[in-house]
């Protein structure tokens, strides 16, 4: 059975260092990701390779939890999670790589996802949450390019 994926490309008028200081610092996760409504990574501050993190999302109305850990944390190129035992989903990777463009940079970020169904089954169905994974998915670089195109970044000094 082929894992569902989710792949999109967006230009950003920004440098890929200030896109990737926002994308490897979990504080910005819910501005990001519009399910996420918290997110802590252990160690606190940027995400570095072995850092273990947690968030807490609504997904069509229910609360839902991740638990990840960072397999690659190349600044300013490369941040790669996988999920770790516990949660909404059977199996979950993202990966978003930065390439320096003239105008800034190109952010690509590919998604892959297998719904859990006996964590979450009875209560949503797979279709329910395949789309909202997708629509959040697609939304998360639709909220880096604005983010990262803003004089300064929302919550900071």
Not at 44 to 63: D, E
């Amino acid at each position: 059975m082929l894992i569902p994926t989710v792949k999109g490309t967006v230009e950003i008028s920004a440098s890929p260092e200030r896109v990737w200081n926002i994308i490897a610092d979990p504080t910005n996760l819910p501005k990001l990701a519009p399910y996420v409504l918290s997110s802590e990574f252990d160690p606190p501050g940027l995400m570095t390779v072995g850092a273990k993190g947690h968030a807490i999302g609504r997904m069509a109305g229910r609360k839902v939890e991740v638990f990840a850990e960072v397999m690659e944390a190349e600044p300013s190129r490369r941040l790669a999670l996988k999920q770790r035992p516990g949660g909404l989903l059977k199996s979950l990777s993202t990966t978003v790589t930065l390439e320096p463009t003239p105008k800034g940079t190109l952010a690509t970020e590919e998604f892959q996802f297998e719904v859990s169904m006996g964590h979450l089954g009875k209560a949503l169905s797979g279709l329910v949450v395949n789309r909202s994974i997708r629509k959040n998915a697609i939304d998360y670089l639709k909220n880096l390019k604005e983010i990262a195109e803003l004089r300064e970044t929302p919550g900071k000094a």
